[in-house]
């Protein structure tokens, strides 16, 4: 047996498919792994030598976690350490989620979708941004800091709404021919540099202006290419079946897999009706759909402050947005939207202002907000929670993130369950206060919903981490431990792993995870952050 770099020695192995775990040998040499000799010690036999040898009894060897639903686009290139994913075992991120992201785009978008989603990212001022085309920001990814890399891989969905953008604008009306060509070509285009697919944010602006017909025609170019479609759907509360529905029929329709984003039923109108989407799915799946889901396992949200306006007060863009809330007579009508009739942007349910909690600003003088809801920020300036949240929009340029808490454990839980199920962190990484599922989503699903709850047994859960998606990316040689895939590989302790993150401290590591490789370097080692950067972007194959 040829001597190898590293040998992972008296380990126990949950390989990414489900099956029951194993104790073995785990040998990795140039990247990969080379040898599995299992019950090494018992057997007798042969056991492979390393340059190293890592003593791993007592810990779990799975594939690197892959983060189904990440909004890491600009992270990737600000921050080498990248921790809040790397030190949770994440070994690859999809990027470019719910239809808005920073490729294709020409000068003019450029500037308008970093102001349009300086919530989720920042502005960007700390970045150059030196590309236009997907190709060019893969490339940009490929070359990290100084051509060594970026913390985690990175696969990247083509984002729907910058590509309307692009073709028709910010106007809500329909495309017309030579518009949807464009779109047409422009997916095509972000396919062939490599993306995995697309992504929709329907209750965004201004994706959510496209009708079923355009988002079809879009998706048949999807499935001309082996990608997936990814919609953040119409609606998560009010209407939420319906939305789920929406999306299944046209996805059949277009012929192209169906991946649906944060797969939640929040809000009170759907308590205890998680059952009724996973039947519909079910249904669907036995009639041939090819459909597979991520959620986080948390019951908050969070998204954008501006995201709870009514469509129509988004139309034309960021500046637009401003000057409708700046004058009083459409201020107003924004108001009756929200409180009264139950916004789009709200998914159909009139806002409670008390779950809605200012998680980050832009302008560091606005701090105070962080960490209140807006009904208690309101309270403490003797002001109705309107006014309050208006001031808060125009004051920081449109930039507040929130948490919106209204999930149900009940709906979490059983969705989790389901076999096409895997994760997603949708983790917004800026703010003072972000959601701690950025931090904590994959060692709170081993920690909590495996270990605590026996929601799911421990090799059940590292399959939907692991090999469930990496076989929705359509990746040969990642998401599973066999010998000839990568080696991104994560250890960790099942009787301590744990998210440290909490709402009252996000930003805490979690514990019980020593040792992440990528590539077959070590990027978390004993349990640090070593300075190695081994991510690169994962191109979609053919």
Not at 132 to 139: I, N, P, T, W
Not at 200 to 205: A, I, P
């Amino acid at each position: 047996m040829d001597h190898a770099d590293l040998v992972i020695r008296d380990v126990d192995v949950a390989d990414g498919s489900g099956a029951p775990s194993y104790r073995a040998d785990v040998a990795v040499r140039d990247g990969r792994i080379v040898s599995i000799v299992q019950e090494a010690a018992a057997a007798g036999c042969q056991r492979p030598r390393g340059t190293r040898e890592l003593d791993a009894d007592g810990l779990v060897l799975a594939p690197g976690f892959i983060d189904m639903h990440a909004h890491s686009d600009l992270a990737l290139l600000r921050d080498p350490d990248h921790s809040a994913k790397a030190a949770q075992g994440v070994t690859l991120e999809v990027l470019g989620q719910d239809g808005l992201s920073y490729a294709p785009v020409d000068d003019r978008t450029l500037a308008e979708v970093r102001r349009a989603i300086t919530g989720w990212n920042g502005y960007g001022e700390d970045i150059d941004f030196t590309w236009r085309s997907v190709g060019e920001y893969l490339d940009r990814l490929d070359h990290g800091f100084d051509g060594e890399g970026i913390a985690v891989n990175a696969a990247y969905l083509i984002p729907q709404g910058t590509v309307r953008m692009l073709a028709v604008g910010w106007e809500d009306r329909d495309a017309t021919p030579q518009e949807l060509d464009r779109m047409r070509q422009l997916v095509a285009d972000g396919l062939r540099e490599g993306a995995v697919g697309m992504s929709s944010g329907l209750t965004y602006t201004p994706g959510m202006y496209a009708k079923d017909a355009e988002l079809t025609a879009l998706c048949r170019v999807v499935a001309e290419h082996g990608g997936y479609y990814c919609p953040h759907h119409r609606s998560y509360g009010a209407g939420a079946l319906a939305a789920y529905e929406e999306m299944v029929a046209l996805t059949r329709e277009a012929g192209c897999p169906l991946h649906l984003a944060h797969a939640t039923m929040n809000f009170g109108v759907n308590e205890g009706k998680a059952p009724d989407l996973l039947a519909l799915l079910d249904t669907a799946l036995a009639g041939g759909a090819d459909i597979t889901l991520d959620t986080y396992p948390y019951t908050p949200g969070c998204t954008t402050l501006v995201a709870m306006l009514p469509s129509w007060a988004s139309e034309g863009g960021p500046e637009a947005v401003l000057a409708r809330l700046r004058d009083d007579t459409t201020a107003e009508r924004i108001r009756h939207h929200m409180e009264v009739l139950g916004a789009d942007g709200c998914h159909g349910v009139p806002i409670e202002w008390r779950t809605i909690e200012i998680s980050g600003v832009s302008d560091p003088d606005l701090g105070w907000y962080v960490g209140r809801s807006v009904q208690e920020a309101a309270d403490l300036r003797g002001e109705a929670p309107w006014v309050t949240a208006r001031r808060l929009l125009v004051e920081d340029g449109l930039g507040p993130t929130i948490l919106q808490h209204v999930g149900h454990e009940e709906n979490v839980r059983a969705i989790m369950r389901h076999p096409v199920h895997t994760g997603g962190s949708d983790g917004i990484l800026r703010g003072d206060k972000p959601h701690p599922r950025a931090y904590g989503t994959f060692p709170h699903y081993l920690g909590r919903y495996v270990r605590e709850l026996g929601v799911l047994s421990l090799e059940e859960c590292v399959a939907h981490l692991t090999g469930r998606p990496a076989a929705r990316l359509r990746l040969p040689d990642r998401g599973l431990v066999r010998e000839g895939y990568r080696a991104d590989l994560v250890l960790f302790d099942p009787a301590t792993v744990a998210a440290g993150s909490t709402f009252e401290a996000p930003r805490t590591l979690p514990t019980g995870i020593p040792h992440v490789l990528i590539d077959g370097r070590f990027v978390v080692e004993d349990g640090r952050r070593t300075d190695v950067l081994a991510g690169r972007a994962v191109r979609r194959t053919a």
